[in-house]
T-cell receptor, first 115, second 111 residues
Framework: DAGVIQSPRHEVTEMGQEVTLRCKPISGHDYLFWYRQTMMRGLELLIYFNNNVPIDDSGMPEDRFSAKMPNASFSTLKIQPSEPRDSAVYFC?????????????FGPGTRLLVL | SQQGEEDPQALSIQEGENATMNCSYK?????LQWYRQNSGRGLVHLILIRSNEREKHSGRLRVTLDTSKKSSSLLITASRAADTASYFC???????????FGTGTRLTVIP
């Protein structure tokens, strides 16, 4: 398996623009997580899905952020409109099974810079 | 917040030395995991220790867990330059289906 795939790897945009980050989880994994990593706040969970259904979105910072999972092999995280404080590395991770001992597999991340 | 905290924030050692990183957390857990992150990459799972375990080994890694102190340590023996990375502890928290990551320890192993 190719692992978790994220695109784009790097994104530079101007304030006010819409940004869409994409994730393809590992085939067969039924949990998908979106994280944001910054120097100041570390790694924060934004939202996670189980079987394509959003379970907990309490980490989504504002209404400007939205996430979808239309099918088991694709998820998007959208920021509209983007702001400079959204600059961070965004990770997608997937996991198989509900057991708490299951490992999360992380993608390489999307490095977002909002000017 | 359930987020853990690693100590130290940064650690620099010579190749061949042992590296010890500590993690403290706030709530009851079912298990604790350690992840590694190379610069510019995603996190990679290293090892998991259950709440009823006190010590676990995997290759050059040794993890301890003290639930009474809500703390864990990760020991890397005979470090190599390739061990240079950031190391994070992650806890599940009872009833939670997601992980809560600590702030990370940045380890530099000097050849």
């Amino acid at each position: 398996d190719a692992g978790v795939i994220q695109s784009p790897r790097h994104e530079v945009t101007e304030m006010g623009q819409e940004v869409t980050l994409r994730c393809k989880p590992i085939s067969g994994h039924d949990y998908l997580f979106w994280y944001r990593q910054t120097m100041m706040r570390g790694l924060e969970l934004l939202i996670y899905f189980n079987n394509n259904v959003p379970i907990d979105d309490s980490g989504m910072p504002e209404d400007r952020f939205s996430a979808k999972m239309p099918n088991a092999s694709f998820s998007t995280l959208k920021i509209q409109p983007s702001e400079p404080r959204d600059s961070a590395v965004y990770f997608c991770a997937s996991r198989k099974g509900q057991g708490r001992e299951e490992t999360q597999y992380f993608g390489p991340g999307t490095r977002l810079l909002v000017l | 917040s359930q987020q853990g905290e690693e100590d130290p924030q940064a650690l620099s050692i010579q190749e061949g030395e042992n590296a010890t990183m500590n993690c403290s957390y706030k709530t009851s857990i079912n298990n604790l995991q350690w992840y590694r992150q190379n610069s510019g990459r995603g996190l990679v799972h290293l090892i998991l220790i259950r709440s009823n375990e006190r010590e676990k080994h995997s290759g050059r890694l040794r993890v301890t867990l003290d639930t009474s102190k809500k703390s864990s340590s990760l020991l890397i023996t005979a470090s190599r330059a390739a061990d240079t990375a950031s190391y994070f502890c992650a806890t599940d928290g009872t009833g939670a289906n997601n992980l809560f990551f600590g702030t990370g320890t940045r380890l530099t192993v000097i050849p």
